[in-house]
T-cell receptor, first 114, second 116 residues
């Protein structure tokens, strides 16, 4: 199994509060991704990173920001959490995008916004 | 734009029966194709992938998938289902050699229930 951890694994928060989710990898992979999983939608890409300090938006980036100051860590921040951001969040990593495009997923973080 | 459709939201099969999960994609060029499985409360595990070459690919746990360009399909099959195969299955497509981001587009998922 790829060395990917996510913290926290579960979180309950209130509307309007900031929340930061952490993804940590031990594989030294360059590419990291944040997805959210909702019933009927599969997984949708929020943001991704193609290197330290290099990030870009995915298809559902509104209300989210990311940072990557080290290869191993990719942070997802909800600046002011809303109930619509209740979801399961998955981090993924990949070694290269072109020759592999195989992504390995972390265990997920279940977030409930009340 | 790329898209992935899994027409079956929920499938129930008897243990020992054969299984086919459907996946159709929309993309102008040759895509990279994946099947992932998610057991309850778990992350996603890669079952198999298609990049090029032989259109019938073998994966883990006895699964296989066939890429059919003419039908824009990448259906997942297993000849004999085990109770432990009950899970949610996701088809995903990447942009292939033209990609420089590795972004994947996922289908909505198919939940497999296995009857004893």
């Amino acid at each position: 199994d790829a060395g990917i951890t996510q913290s926290p694994r579960h979180k309950v928060t209130e509307t309007g509060t900031p929340v930061t989710l952490r993804c940590h990898q031990t594989e030294n992979h360059r590419y990291m991704y944040w997805y959210r999983q909702d019933p009927g939608h599969g997984l949708r890409l929020i943001h991704y990173s193609y290197g330290v300090k290099d990030t870009d938006k995915g298809e559902v980036s509104d209300g989210y920001s990311v940072s990557r100051s080290k290869t191993e860590d990719f942070l997802l921040t909800l600046e002011s959490a809303t109930s619509s951001q209740t979801s399961v969040y998955f981090c993924a990593i990949s070694e290269t995008p072109v020759t592999q495009e195989t992504q390995y997923f972390g265990p997920g973080t279940r977030l409930l916004v009340l | 734009a790329q898209s992935v459709t899994q027409p079956d939201i929920h499938i129930t099969v008897s243990e020992g029966a054969s299984l086919e999960l459907r996946c159709n994609y929309s993309y102008g060029a040759t895509p990279y194709l994946f099947w992932y499985v998610q057991s309850p409360g778990q992350g996603l595990q890669l079952l198999l992938k298609y990049f090029s070459g032989d259109t019938l690919v073998q994966g883990i746990k006895g699964f296989e998938a066939e890429f059919k360009r003419s039908q824009s399909s990448f259906n997942l099959r297993k000849p004999s289902v085990h109770w432990s195969d009950a899970a949610e299955y996701f088809c995903a497509v990447g942009r292939g050699p033209s990609s420089n981001t590795g972004k994947l587009i996922f289908g909505q998922g198919t939940t497999l229930q296995v009857k004893p």
